[in-house]
């Protein structure tokens, strides 16, 4: 079975701009990253408790905006990516390490997970998530009051002056 490059180049991108529009809040292009009928179960959080899921590209990106807007500052790293492509649809399962710092409550938050995506090149010719999900493998919160000299220095758009 021969790959198509082109296709898991396309697939890489869209998962980078996809994290890459969380870190740096670009609501729109996150949206965009996601098909309507997109579907999410952002595993197991600190913060939250239990997996949340959504269902539908307006349901994931509000949770999203509300939950890592106002301040809270993340960091996404995927890599290892084995993505296999079928026609038109594609799984992608990633390794990925997050670091969260929320200064209202002056915690970071860190982890890691396997992404477990599924994709669809819609009829604009355009590679998007119909599904993202991860499962945690750690998560630990740290206080900064736990590291001695802790200085957060952030982009305007990360820490409400």
């Known amino acids: 079975m021969g790959m198509d ?4 180049e396309e697939i890489k991108r869209l998962k980078y701009r996809y994290l890459r529009g969380v870190d740096l809040k670009l609501w729109d292009e996150v949206a965009d990253t996601f098909t309507a009928d997109a579907t999410a179960n952002y595993g197991t ?3 939250g408790g239990n997996g949340k899921q959504f269902e539908g590209r307006d349901a994931i990106v509000g949770f999203l905006t509300q939950s890592l807007g106002n301040g809270i500052i993340t960091v996404h790293h995927a890599a290892q990516p084995e993505i296999d492509v079928d026609g038109d649809t594609a799984t992608g399962r990633w390794s990925f390490t997050d670091r969260v710092i929320v200064p209202d409550h002056k915690v970071i938050i860190e982890g890691a997970a396997f992404y ?7 009829s604009d010719g355009v590679w998007r998530m119909s599904h993202i999900g991860y499962v945690r493998t750690y998560e630990s919160m740290t206080s900064f009051d ?7 220095i952030a982009n305007r758009w990360a820490v409400p002056a």
């Open 116 to 122: 477990e995506d599924t994709y669809r090149r819609e």
């Open 45 to 47: 959080h600190a913060v």
């Open 146 to 152: 736990a590291i001695p000299g802790f200085k957060l």
């Open 5 to 8: 490059l082109v296709v898991l």
